[in-house]
């Protein structure tokens, strides 16, 4: 991670938030490089830091440690005011939560006019045009209320894409509508990807999600592990292909289909070994570490684990 690839790039973030006497660890060294008008999403359980790297990148929250850039932003050196600044004119948001993102007694175009108004940047056929492109123009003079929630998401699409922003970012956007809405919420980030160039971030605990972008990766306790990109053969790909699957969960094998699977390998080299792996083979806090020809094996501390290899090697 040491060339300076990407329009988003992350290397060894950390995100401490303090509070009076304790400190949580919200980011821990998380590395993540994303290319310019790229739609990636990044997936993780409740409390691995999804939101903390979301807001870091959009300059509502001050990262503490590493290197985090959005263009030719350096947001750990920007001062407060430049960070607002850049808030206001690069980045823009789509919460889970509606009410976050719209003000129920303005009409939808209304809604997507006020960031404009707020910056100073307004334009009457700005707001009609972009919620041409989310597909609402017939819903142009309704209030939230009059629309379905999937409606209300396009809508906040088109806020956040008011100020002409290079990177749009999604905190669990369809966290709160039925899966044909998903779906649908989510055409619509791909089509404002391919028509206005803007790079999406989307942020989900949702394994769907997966299926719809050409890239995930996956965030653990602060760090980013594992990587899925679309592969160019995923129609024609198999369940039988993931070999030994009888060991993995079906969640991996159905994403074996469509996307190949990386485990990510941080700035210095590490690696995260999935839990369940670990558990199954009794390993804890030590490995023994083998080259097998092409292969770097990991094996269970002891005596065992050579003659293991072996036995391997015979069959
Ligand atoms: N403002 C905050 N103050 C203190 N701790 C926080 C704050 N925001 C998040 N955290 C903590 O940081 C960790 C990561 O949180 P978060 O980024 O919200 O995870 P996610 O969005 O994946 O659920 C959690 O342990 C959470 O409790
Ligand atoms: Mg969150």
Known sequence: MSDETGFIRCENLVKIYKFEEIEVFALQGLDLSVERGEMISIIGPSGSGKSSILNVLGGLDTPSAGKVRVGDHDLLRMDDNARR???RSSVGF???????????????????????????????SRAAELLGIVGLAHRVHHTPA???????QRVAIAIGLANEPSVLLADEPTGSVD?????????????????L????????????????????????DGKTSREAVRRSDALLSTVGEAGEGGRKADTD????????????????????IPRELLASRGITD?????????????????????????????R
Do not use: C
Request: glycine share 6%; proline share 4%; hydrophobic share 35%.
């Open 85 to 87: 600044e850049y808030r």
């Open 94 to 124: 789509v919460w889970q939560n509606v009410t976050r993102n719209l003000i129920p007694y303005l009409t939808a175009i209304e809604n997507v006019e006020m960031p404009m108004i707020l910056a100073g940047t307004y334009r009457k």
């Open 146 to 152: 009059r629309m379905s929630g999937g409606e209300q």
């Open 179 to 195: 899966t044909g809405t998903r779906d649908q919420i989510l055409q619509v980030f791909d089509m404002v990807r391919s028509t």
């Open 197 to 220: 160039g803007v790079t999406v971030i989307i942020v989900t605990h949702d394994r769907d999600i997966a299926k719809a972008v050409d890239r995930y990766v996956e965030i653990r």
């Open 253 to 272: 094998r159905d994403e074996e289909e469509t996307h190949e699977l990386y485990t990510l390998l941080d700035s210095a080299g590490r690696l995260q």
């Open 286 to 314: 030590r490995v023994k570490l083998t080259e097998d020809g092409d292969r770097i094996v990991i094996l269970p501390p002891g005596p065992a684990s050579e003659a293991d290899l072996k036995n391997k090697k015979r």
